[in-house]
Each structure stands twice: as C-alpha cells, then as structure tokens.
T-cell receptor, first 116, second 111 residues
Framework: GAVVSQHPSRVICKSGTSVKIECRSL??????MFWYRQFPKQSLMLMAT?????????EQGVEKDKFLINHASLTLSTLTVTSAHPEDSSFYIC????????????FGPGTRLTVL | GESVGLHLPTLSVQEGDNSIINCAYS??????FIWYKQESGKGPQFIID?????DKRQGQRVTVLLNKTVKHLSLQIAATQPGDSAVYFC??????????FGTGTRLQVFP
C-alpha cells in the first residue's frame, strides 16, 4: 500500500513554456502533499506543502507565482512550473501523507524536468 | 539553526558485511526520524522510522539507533547486498509538519 505516482516521469520543454506535473496517491487519501526539488548529487529541498482544498504554503525563497500548486482532491496535487527557464531544470518529487499515519510521507518516483 | 547532516558522504562495503550510516541532527525538539533509500533517478523509498521516545528499532535487516544525548542517528544494514547500493538520507520532523533532509550518504557495495 501507500503508492504515490507522478506524471510525467520526464519532460523536456522550451524556455518560456509552462509544465504541469501531477502527483497522485493511488491507494490512500492524502490530506497533505509535499513538493520537493532535488539538484544532482544534492538532498531534497522542500518547496511547498499543500493541504486538500486550501492554498499551498511555500518555503522561503520559493516563488508561488512561478510554482503553482493545486490540491483539488484527496488523491491529486499538481505542480505547474510557469515560464520555465533552464535554471528550473531539476528533479521534482512529490510526497503524500495520510491523516491516519500522521508523520510518514510516501514519495513519488519523481519527474525529471529539462528546460532548453 | 536547523540542520541534519551526515558524517560520511560515501561508504564502500563488501557484500555480506554490515553497513553503518550515520547522521547528526541539531534540533533537540525533533520527535520523529526517518531513513530513506534513493536509487538513481527514483524517488526516496521509506526504510525505517523511529520516534524520539525510543532508542532502537529493528526492521528486516535494518536497525535504526537514536542517541538523543548527542543528537545522533544511525542506520545499520546487516549482510549488505548489491541491491542496497543507493543514497541514504536521514530526515527529521520537528513538529512543524515538515521533514528536513540530511545531505545523504552514498552506499557502494562491492562483490
């Protein structure tokens, strides 16, 4: 159980375009989802926390107008990278947490974004 | 400030040996710790967790030890196998509803 999926797994886009990444909890309801980014050979850095039906809470230094997060249902959260630039190229990973297991986060497989 | 760090960026072990991966944390208010395994190009995979009211927890081939006195966390892998090769992250929860990840240790298993 506790499977989280992400789509797409890889995406290449041109600079200036927008990219949407989906995160789904497949076998549980996720009251909270988290979005992380990870640069090569580095650790995961939390970008934002989203609770179903409410606005996301962004970490310091993360532009909320650039990284749009929507958590419209208990099984789906989306991250849209708007007007992407090469420096946005990274590995984006989501995680989900249920209210039944208060602290454990289950991670998706990640999405590799490359902006040309 | 808050930080979770690892002493060894790379650990090389021979297949069949035991592995010990260490992690230091700085926030004494942390109440929950997790070890994750991340293979190349994949998301982190939950391995084992421990709460601050415990000092040891065992899973299948893995043991996590928590020493709150010196703010130290370790992951022990028994009879390390080639499939254990990955980057291992410790993470702490400090009641802020967020996880803070350490810098990671790469485990390399040689035949």
């Amino acid at each position: 159980g506790a499977v989280v999926s992400q789509h797409p797994s890889r995406v290449i886009c041109k600079s200036g375009t927008s990219v949407k990444i989906e995160c789904r909890s497949l076998d549980f309801q996720a009251t909270t989802m988290f979005w992380y980014r990870q640069f090569p050979k580095q650790s995961l850095m939390l970008m934002a926390t989203s609770n179903e039906g409410s606005k996301a809470t962004y970490e310091q230094g993360v532009e909320k107008d650039k990284f749009l997060i929507n958590h419209a249902s208990l099984t789906l959260s989306t991250l849209t990278v708007t007007s992407a630039h090469p420096e946005d190229s990274s590995f984006y990973i989501c995680s989900a947490r249920t209210s039944r297991v208060a602290d454990t986060q289950y991670f998706g497989p990640g999405t590799r974004l490359t902006v040309l | 400030g808050e930080s979770v760090g690892l002493h060894l960026p790379t650990l090389s072990v021979q297949e069949g040996d035991n592995s010990i991966i260490n992690c230091a944390y700085s926030n004494s208010a942390s109440d929950y710790f997790i070890w994750y395994k991340q293979e190349s190009g994949k998301g982190p995979q939950f391995i084992i967790d421990i709460r601050s009211n415990m000092d040891k927890r065992q899973g299948q081939r893995v043991t996590v030890l928590l020493n709150k006195t010196v703010k130290h966390l370790s992951l022990q892998i028994a009879a390390t196998q080639p499939g254990d090769s990955a980057v291992y992250f410790c993470a702490e929860n400090i009641k802020t509803d967020k996880l803070i990840f350490g810098t990671g240790t790469r485990l390399q298993v040689f035949p």
